[in-house]
């Protein structure tokens, strides 16, 4: 059962960047933009369109600056996350909604933003399996699971494994019967034509390919999660 | 093995449109931007932003106009299709396209857009559960598959179904190796939380409420299917 009255209309907002990675937020905006009594809206740093990594160009509804308080926000992940780790506006804007938010949802990489903002600390997540091993630099208990839920905040695996997170969220906000309803509209009874879908099950050379083509950014990444980790020794230590 | 030289460039490009569903574009677009040696366009009746029918923006890259010939047209559904039945513009691009193109990839009730262009006559095809009993009017065999591929024309199911015909797509182009490339970079591999995905395995509560919410669009298509029909059928006996 969902905790949520439904007559409370519930505000739904997705970050959206240049060179994210446009299908984690489309996938679970087909079902959290169908949540009974919602609103959702896509947010960016200001209103141009944003072009994803692949070159699908999405218009921003709000800027950060007119972002009212969300009930959920979606946070995705792709290769742009690398350039906002740093992005004062965007931290403050994660930092700001985390502490209201009824669930911070983060999809693939996004969880290195919420990590960036330091929403990671003490809490099990999950993200793109070749970002697993990031997610200890920013205090995270890393779990190998596609949908993984620690108080406010859900984070699922890579891409395709924010629609699976996203009807859990639906479910949450409003019931088993809610998401039931959207999955089936959505006709969400997949039947993948290979089987290659995580490293656990994908062919060896299929695994080496894709590991050797995100070997770049998956070391820039190593390297802002260890320069976060530093930063955060240097805080506790000035604590003292 | 796929049957197009490796160094052949693939054009492919996807009709969008307002009042689409933007999963049946963002879904298949997360593999077929990935197709190697390819370019992927978005294409309109012209280049202003379309709103899909839960409100995302999207730009078109370009318009019908000027669209060069594609090697794969994704053609997508959603409410908004039922404008579209008999627009001159767009159904001259749908016939055009389809005299040379590799592959017409329909994706939920964009089969119904291909029947309006009269690309289902005498072809296995299907759409979103809803509305397989539109098929036959626009003259196709409705088969209850995820994706079915019947000479150039290869059709999935609803919405989501558009993710795993993609992968399908992939592989024709390019191999079975490089679609499960892409199906591990989309860490495709999927736990549905629930299990409604589809008529025959959704609760009958669930089945009844999503059947009922479809029922006025789905009586719109089955009219203009029947005018369709009627219009064929007026057209064969003028041949005699």
Redesign the interface.
């Known amino acids: 059962m969902p905790s949520i009255d439904s007559d409370t209309h519930l505000l739904i907002g997705a970050l959206i960047f240049e060179d994210m990675?446009?299908?984690d937020l489309?996938?679970p905006?087909?079902a959290l933009?169908?949540v009974p009594n919602a609103t959702?809206k896509?947010i960016a740093k200001d209103t141009t369109?944003i072009r994803d990594l692949?070159?699908?160009?999405?218009?921003p509804?709000l800027s950060i600056e007119d972002a009212p308080q969300l009930d959920v926000l979606l946070v995705p992940g792709g290769y742009g996350q690398e350039a906002l780790m740093d992005d004062e506006q965007v931290i403050a804007f994660l930092r700001r909604q985390a502490r209201h938010a009824r669930y911070i949802f983060s999809v693939?990489t996004g969880a290195l933003l919420c990590g960036a903002a330091g929403l990671l600390e003490g809490k099990r997540a999950t993200t793109?399996?070749t970002a697993m091993e990031v997610l200890p630099l920013f205090g995270a208990d890393p779990v190998n699971d596609?949908?993984v839920i620690d108080g406010n905040l859900i984070s699922t695996?890579?891409?395709?494994?924010g629609?699976?997170g996203s009807?859990?969220v639906v479910?949450l906000l409003r019931g088993?019967?809610a998401?039931?309803?959207i999955?089936?509209?959505?006709?969400?009874?997949?039947?993948?034509?290979?089987t290659?879908?995580?490293?656990e099950?994908?062919?060896p050379?299929?695994?080496r390919?894709?590991t050797e083509?995100?070997k770049a950014i998956t070391e820039r990444r190593m390297d802002t999660g260890r320069r976060y980790q530093r930063s955060r020794q240097h805080e506790t230590s000035a604590d003292r």
């Not at 695996?157 to 494994?161: F, I, K, N, R, Y």
């Not at 290659?196 to 490293?199: D, E, K």
């Open positions: 990675d446009q299908c489309t996938g905006f087909e933009s169908r959702f896509t369109p692949r070159g699908l160009r999405i218009l509804d693939c793109h399996w596609r949908v695996g890579g891409v395709t494994a629609i699976d009807l859990t479910s088993n019967e998401a039931e309803e999955q089936l509209y959505m006709a969400y009874d997949p039947k993948t034509p290979f290659a879908g995580s490293p099950t994908a062919p050379r299929v695994l390919t894709v083509r995100a």
